[in-house]
């Protein structure tokens, strides 16, 4: 299995309040992407990352923030939860583009009152 | 706009064969994935088609035509662990790697 963590697994928090994920990979991994997953709409890409201090938007980007200092960490940020942000969050690597297979992280499961 | 469609949810019976199928509309195509995702589980890679033809790779085989905008993922001599959720995805940039995904198939293996 690919060398990929997600932390917290859970978290409950409160509208308004900033929350911060953290995906840690130890592949050396040079792509990495955040998606959320909802029922109905599937696997939807947030943001994702080609190198360090290189990101771009993905398909649902509003209301998020990331962050890749170092090859192995990719932070997602939501500087202001909301309730539509409730959602089980995955972290992806991929070791290059397009041909190799995304290995996901075991997700995080966020929860918005 | 982008779309890709797939059957909410399939039943089949342990043993036999079942074929899950998937139609897409992108703006580009660089590739389709297969996942399987089990409940409160991660999504895992089953296959990678980006040629029309068929890959075959054990009890899974996925079948490409690019110029229908389809796909199918085959399971034979199905088992009950087979009962999860199938992803198709596709990656319709230049190389950037960030996929499409379809809403999943869920499947229900009955004995």
């Known amino acids: 299995d690919a060398g990929i963590t997600q932390s917290p697994r859970h978290k409950v928090t409160e509208t308004g309040t900033p929350v911060t994920l953290r995906c840690h990979q130890t592949?050396?991994?040079?792509?990495m992407y955040w998606y959320r997953q909802d029922p109905g709409h599937g696997l939807r890409l947030i943001h994702y990352s080609y190198g360090v201090k290189d990101t771009d938007k993905g398909e649902v980007s509003d209301g998020y923030s990331v962050s890749r200092s170092k090859t192995e960490d990719f932070l997602l940020t939501l500087e202001s939860a909301t309730s539509s942000q409730t959602s089980v969050y995955f972290c992806?690597?991929?070791?290059?583009?397009?041909?190799?297979?995304?290995?996901f992280g075991p997700g995080t499961r966020l929860t918005v009152l | 706009g982008q779309n890709i469609d797939q059957p909410t949810e399939m039943t089949a019976t342990e043993g036999a064969i079942v074929q899950i199928n998937c139609t897409y509309q992108?703006?580009?195509?660089?590739?389709l994935f297969w996942y399987q995702q089990h409940a409160g589980e991660a999504p895992t890679f089953l296959s990678y088609n980006v040629l029309d033809g068929l890959e075959e790779k054990g009890r899974f085989s996925s079948f490409l035509s690019r110029s229908k905008g389809y796909s199918y993922l085959l399971l034979k001599e199905l088992q009950m662990k087979d009962s999860a959720s199938y992803l198709c995805?596709?990656?319709?940039?230049?190389?950037?790697?960030?996929?499409?995904f379809g809403q999943g198939t869920t499947l229900q293996v009955k004995p």
């Open positions: 992108t703006s580009g195509f660089n590739g």
């Open positions: 992806a690597i991929s070791g290059t583009s397009g041909s190799n297979e995304q290995f």
């Open positions: 995805a596709v990656d319709g940039s230049s190389n950037t790697g960030k996929l499409i």
């Open positions: 592949e050396n991994h040079r792509y």
